[in-house]
Protein backbone atom coordinates (compact mmCIF):
# COMPACT_ATOMS: atom_id res chain seq x y z
CA UNK A 1 0.00 0.00 0.00
CA UNK A 2 1.14 2.82 -0.92
CA UNK A 3 1.27 6.11 1.48
CA UNK A 4 2.05 9.79 0.89
CA UNK A 5 2.12 12.49 3.84
CA UNK A 6 2.87 16.26 3.63
CA UNK A 7 4.01 18.08 6.48
CA UNK A 8 5.09 21.23 7.60
CA UNK A 9 2.02 24.07 6.78
CA UNK A 10 0.83 26.71 8.88
CA UNK A 11 -0.08 30.02 9.42
CA UNK A 12 2.48 32.93 8.80
CA UNK A 13 2.36 36.44 7.88
CA UNK A 14 3.84 37.71 4.78
CA UNK A 15 7.60 37.41 4.51
CA UNK A 16 7.91 34.30 6.27
CA UNK A 17 9.37 30.90 5.47
CA UNK A 18 7.58 27.60 5.52
CA UNK A 19 9.09 24.36 5.12
CA UNK A 20 7.05 21.83 3.81
CA UNK A 21 7.98 18.14 4.44
CA UNK A 22 6.80 14.71 1.99
CA UNK A 23 7.41 11.44 2.38
CA UNK A 24 6.87 8.12 0.51
CA UNK A 25 6.14 4.78 1.81
CA UNK A 26 5.13 1.84 -0.16
CA UNK A 27 7.52 2.17 -3.52
CA UNK A 28 11.04 2.14 -4.27
CA UNK A 29 11.17 6.03 -3.77
CA UNK A 30 13.89 6.43 -6.10
CA UNK A 31 12.08 5.36 -9.38
CA UNK A 32 9.57 7.90 -9.22
CA UNK A 33 9.36 11.65 -9.84
CA UNK A 34 8.16 14.27 -7.32
CA UNK A 35 5.88 17.09 -7.37
CA UNK A 36 4.68 19.50 -4.81
CA UNK A 37 1.52 21.18 -6.22
CA UNK A 38 -1.59 23.70 -4.50
CA UNK A 39 -4.72 24.21 -4.83
CA UNK A 40 -7.12 27.29 -3.49
CA UNK A 41 -10.42 26.94 -2.79
CA UNK A 42 -12.58 26.35 -6.47
CA UNK A 43 -9.63 25.81 -7.98
CA UNK A 44 -7.73 22.98 -9.81
CA UNK A 45 -4.57 21.83 -8.96
CA UNK A 46 -1.29 23.71 -10.05
CA UNK A 47 2.34 22.69 -10.04
CA UNK A 48 4.26 24.47 -7.60
CA UNK A 49 7.85 22.43 -8.45
CA UNK A 50 8.83 19.05 -8.99
CA UNK A 51 12.40 17.09 -9.59
CA UNK A 52 13.01 13.75 -11.80
CA UNK A 53 13.38 10.78 -9.86
CA UNK A 54 17.61 11.15 -9.37
CA UNK A 55 17.20 15.17 -8.68
CA UNK A 56 19.01 15.70 -11.86
CA UNK A 57 16.10 18.11 -13.61
CA UNK A 58 13.96 20.27 -11.67
CA UNK A 59 11.06 22.32 -12.04
CA UNK A 60 10.04 25.26 -10.42
CA UNK A 61 6.95 27.59 -11.75
CA UNK A 62 7.84 31.27 -12.72
CA UNK A 63 5.57 33.19 -10.17
CA UNK A 64 7.60 31.16 -6.98
CA UNK A 65 11.04 31.29 -8.67
CA UNK A 66 13.67 32.80 -6.40
CA UNK A 67 11.33 32.08 -3.55
CA UNK A 68 10.98 28.49 -3.27
CA UNK A 69 13.51 25.92 -3.72
CA UNK A 70 12.72 21.85 -4.05
CA UNK A 71 14.80 19.29 -2.66
CA UNK A 72 14.75 15.52 -1.89
CA UNK A 73 17.01 13.12 -0.25
CA UNK A 74 16.21 9.42 -1.41
CA UNK A 75 17.88 8.16 1.54
CA UNK A 76 14.95 9.13 3.67
CA UNK A 77 12.11 8.63 0.80
CA UNK A 78 11.79 12.45 1.37
CA UNK A 79 10.53 15.27 -1.05
CA UNK A 80 11.03 19.28 0.73
CA UNK A 81 9.95 22.34 0.00
CA UNK A 82 11.49 25.71 1.11
CA UNK A 83 9.18 28.13 1.14
CA UNK A 84 11.06 31.90 2.10
CA UNK A 85 9.52 35.53 1.05
CA UNK A 86 6.04 34.00 1.40
CA UNK A 87 2.75 36.15 -0.05
CA UNK A 88 -0.47 35.87 0.45
CA UNK A 89 -1.32 35.03 -2.91
CA UNK A 90 0.95 31.44 -1.79
CA UNK A 91 -2.25 30.63 0.42
CA UNK A 92 -3.34 27.37 -0.58
CA UNK A 93 -3.54 23.34 0.67
CA UNK A 94 -0.26 21.63 -0.80
CA UNK A 95 0.04 18.42 -2.43
CA UNK A 96 2.86 16.31 -2.67
CA UNK A 97 1.96 13.14 -5.39
CA UNK A 98 4.12 10.68 -7.04
CA UNK A 99 5.09 10.89 -11.26
CA UNK A 100 4.03 7.63 -12.89
CA UNK A 101 6.45 8.42 -15.87
CA UNK A 102 9.62 7.35 -14.72
CA UNK A 103 12.01 10.07 -16.61
CA UNK A 104 15.14 11.59 -15.24
CA UNK A 105 15.14 14.24 -17.51
CA UNK A 106 11.82 15.75 -16.94
CA UNK A 107 9.23 15.85 -14.53
CA UNK A 108 5.49 16.12 -14.41
CA UNK A 109 3.81 19.66 -14.91
CA UNK A 110 0.07 18.67 -14.89
CA UNK A 111 -2.30 17.19 -12.22
CA UNK A 112 -3.26 14.22 -14.16
CA UNK A 113 0.65 13.23 -14.40
CA UNK A 114 0.92 11.87 -10.83
CA UNK A 115 -0.82 8.67 -9.16
CA UNK A 116 -0.46 8.72 -5.51
CA UNK A 117 -1.01 11.80 -3.47
CA UNK A 118 -0.94 13.09 0.04
CA UNK A 119 -3.85 14.28 1.93
CA UNK A 120 -2.14 17.90 2.01
CA UNK A 121 -1.13 20.30 4.57
CA UNK A 122 -2.36 23.75 4.57
CA UNK A 123 -0.38 27.01 4.13
CA UNK A 124 -2.21 30.61 4.83
CA UNK A 125 0.15 33.84 4.78
CA UNK A 126 -1.69 36.63 6.38
CA UNK A 127 -1.03 40.33 4.94
Known amino acids: QVQVEESGGGLVQTGGSLRLSCTAKGITFDDYGMGWFRQEPGKGRKIVACMSFSGSHTYVVDSVKGRFTVSRDNAKNTLDLQMNGLKPEDTAMYYC????????????????????WGQGTQVTVSS
Open 97 to 116: ATDRGGHDHFCGQLATEYDY
